[in-house]
């Protein structure tokens, strides 16, 4: 794969993933077009009993609700300063979401990225929050 083969798009803010105990619901996603997605979720500090997981919703319309069997990760309670990582490959619905249960404690969260991969087109382009550069075998010199 290489970095033409991906499209990335920000799920949620740095804002909303601020410690706190309610849930997060990450936007929604169309996979129409794509193979694979990967939801990566950087946590920070997760307070001592805290219950927090992290679920893949999806459904035939903007407004996933249904939950994708397997799909819950836990987030205990050590987990600091660690990456989560869910990845679903062929979802079976068109749209998606990432979903972040936090109860009784306080949970941080950094900013949850989707990168969706085996794009059915060359080129996709990223998210309208996402800017970045490209560049295919760079020489070595001054930036």
Do not use: C
């Not at 920000?10 to 909303?16: E, I, Y």
């Not at 309610?22 to 996979?31: C, E, K, L, P």
């Not at 035939?60 to 836990?74: E, F, L, Q, R």
């Not at 949970?107 to 800017?131: E, H």
């Amino acid at each position: 794969m290489s970095v033409v083969d991906m499209k990335v798009v920000q799920a949620t803010t740095v804002t909303a993933g601020a410690a706190g105990s309610s849930a997060i619901n990450g936007a929604t996603v169309d996979m129409s077009g794509f193979e694979e997605i990967a939801i990566i979720v950087p946590v920070g500090i997760v307070v001592n009993g805290a219950v927090t997981s992290i679920k893949w919703q999806e459904g035939d319309t903007t407004s996933p609700t249904t939950d994708v069997v397997g799909t819950n990760i836990t987030i205990a309670d050590t987990d600091d300063d660690t990456t989560k990582i869910l990845r679903i490959v062929k979802p079976q619905k068109r749209y998606g979401r990432v979903v972040v249960s936090r109860a009784t404690q306080n949970a941080t969260l950094g900013a949850i990225t989707y990168v969706l991969t085996g794009p059915r087109t060359l080129r996709p382009a990223d998210g309208s929050t996402v800017v970045g550069e490209l560049h295919i075998s760079p020489a070595a010199g001054t930036a």
